[in-house]
């Protein structure tokens, strides 16, 4: 009997060693796969980040690079070309010209102020009969009438239209958002202003009746950033 009692109780505890021994391989099994599991997350999460951060550096740069203008050329009077690139590190102000329009008289305030800011900015004038057919002259007669009246030495363009399909590149970057990266805007009449900065970016549009010596735009062209 006491033989039989010692075998039960053997059995006994070898049942209970194998059930204590199972579970702990049980929680093992589980403390490592909850590991895995949160180590697979956590890598998941950084991922994520580095993602997320490489496409928000994109689009900050995207966002911050506007187009400038310094691809762009034209034809002068003489009918020689100029590129706009030679002007990098000034700023420009972009004027559509007429001989014979009221606001003619502007021509005096350009050439001071392109003599007066000589070194910070360059003027252009870009004559065009587009409105009241101002400006009827050829190139030649424009640049005889610019220099005898108003002594202008500032560059100027060839005669152009700044309306139309037959607008220049220039004229449609100045006025087109999805090309300067500004603003969009028209060309109301003669004399109406664009002001680039150091960098090729347009940063102001003033219309006809704006004077080239107003303090709004001089403030700008001595301004640093």
């Known amino acids: 009997m006491k033989r039989v009692q010692r075998i039960l109780l053997g ?14 391989s049980s929680s093992r099994a589980a403390t490592g796969k909850g590991q895995r599991a949160a180590s697979s997350k956590k890598m998941r999460s950084m991922n994520e980040i580095n993602a997320t951060g490489e496409t928000m550096a994109s689009k900050s740069g995207a966002e911050t690079s506007a187009p400038d203008i310094y691809s762009y050329e034209f034809k002068t009077l003489n009918g020689e070309t100029m590129k706009l690139s030679q002007f990098k590190g000034k ?35 870009f004559p065009t009969n587009d409105f009241g057919a101002q400006e009827p002259g050829s190139n030649k007669e424009i640049a005889s009438f610019c220099q005898l009246n108003y002594g202008v030495n500032f560059p100027m363009s060839e005669k152009i239209t700044v309306k139309g399909s037959e607008t220049p590149a220039i004229y449609k970057w100045l006025t087109s958002k999805s090309m300067n990266g500004f603003e969009d805007s028209q060309v109301a009449w003669n004399f109406q202003k664009y002001l680039i900065d150091e960098n090729g ?5 003033f219309k006809s009746g704006i004077k080239p010596d107003d303090k709004q735009i001089t403030t700008m062209i001595t301004s640093k950033k």
């Open 11 to 24: 059995v006994s505890i070898g049942i209970v060693v194998l059930v204590i021994a199972g579970q702990i």
């Open 91 to 125: 700023k420009i102000m972009i004027v559509n010209t007429a001989s014979e329009c009221g606001y003619t008289p502007q021509y005096k305030q350009l050439q001071e102020v392109s003599e007066k800011y000589k070194g910070q900015l360059v003027i252009i004038g």
């Open 201 to 205: 970016h347009l940063i102001g549009v």
